[in-house]
């Protein structure tokens, strides 16, 4: 690209989330904060009565407002059928490529279930309405530390049973290639084991030898940097040991590196719908409807969610 070429403003579909949740008022700590988008255009999908639009904010997309009068704090199929037009729209803007990326705050499963979402997840509701058909995963971000995870919402007694080398090596590929589509251009990816003590060759189970090793060695020859499998609870002291640390992780299951994540930096995480054509992030919390309304929530987690989408949608711009 020349020197003298510009690349245009991303544009960014913000969505204000749950509204029984503390989605609307993170969204309006962020319309306050004009330096933190004066670099994109926003195309806003919320409750026009629930956010103030500062003086100066260009909306892109009118049509984005939505009505509903839901209570807060309470999960049912009222928010959730708000929440499902809301993605809609998000969703539908990109597809209509009006925007480059979607960011949308906290969600609540259980109010998505009960207007109707037969999905386990927000991620395969994406996948499902884009007929998307290839791999795609939740992957958690913190700063500079990317996680992926081979099985996702499922029960622990189930995890073993869906491992194999494959989903190993298509987990790698997934983080790798979504860390190159942040900017990055070598990343470097560590994989967790399964059992304690990486199975103690053997003693406490065989899914590292038979399967995880195998999957790394399947990923590497495809031209990946991925290392392992590493105990579960040395793995993320190695990723985050600088100088030689390593910019992702692979782990088996859900908890494995949430828990890490979320003790690291709870109010800073980022989830990142990994795979998909468009770039798609929310904050790694929750709606937290104990606190809904009062104003007292960290916006955080949040700023970083929309900074990653911005910094994603360059990323695919310039590419």
């Not at 309470?74 to 929440?83: V, W």
């Not at 969703?91 to 279930?113: E, G, I, W």
């Not at 491992?163 to 590929?173: D, G, Q, R």
Request: net charge negative; hydrophobic share 40%.
């Amino acid at each position: 690209m020349s020197n003298h070429q510009q690349v245009p403003k991303p544009r960014i579909a913000l969505f204000s989330g749950d509204p029984a949740g503390i989605g609307p008022e993170l969204v309006q700590k962020l319309l306050d904060e004009p330096s933190r988008y004066q670099h994109v255009h926003i195309h806003l999908i919320g409750q026009q009565a629930a956010l103030r639009v500062p003086a100066g904010l260009t909306l892109h997309a009118w049509e984005g407002w939505l009505t509903s009068s839901v209570q807060p704090g309470l999960a049912n199929a009222d928010n959730g059928r708000y929440m499902l037009e809301g993605l809609h729209q998000g969703l539908s803007l990109a597809q209509q490529a009006k925007v480059d990326a979607f960011c949308f705050a906290p969600l609540n499963k259980s109010a998505l279930r009960a207007a109707g979402m037969q999905q386990e997840d927000e991620l395969r509701w994406f996948a499902d309405h884009l007929q998307f058909e290839g791999v795609c995963g939740e992957l958690n971000v913190l700063e500079n530390l990317w996680t992926a995870r081979v099985t996702s919402h499922v029960a622990l007694r189930e995890v073993s049973q869906l491992l194999s080398k494959h989903s190993v090596a298509a987990a790698i590929t997934l983080i790798h290639q979504s860390l190159t589509r942040a900017g990055l251009k070598q990343p470097r990816i560590a994989v967790c084991g399964l059992n304690p003590h990486n199975g103690d060759h053997g003693n406490y189970g065989d899914e590292e030898a038979r399967i995880i090793a195998p999957g790394i060695a399947l990923a590497k020859k495809e031209g990946y940097d991925a290392e392992g499998p590493f105990p579960a609870d040395t793995v993320f002291v190695r990723a985050i040991r600088k100088p030689d640390g390593y910019d992702g992780v692979v782990t088996m299951y859900h908890d494995q590196g949430q828990i890490a994540m979320k003790l690291l930096g709870f109010e800073r995480g980022v989830t990142v719908h990994g795979g998909l054509p468009y770039p798609i992030t929310t904050p790694a919390h929750g709606t937290a409807y104990d606190i809904a309304g009062q104003g007292i929530a960290n916006p955080q987690a949040f700023f970083n969610a929309f900074e990653l989408a911005c910094k994603m949608a360059l990323s695919d711009r310039t590419i």
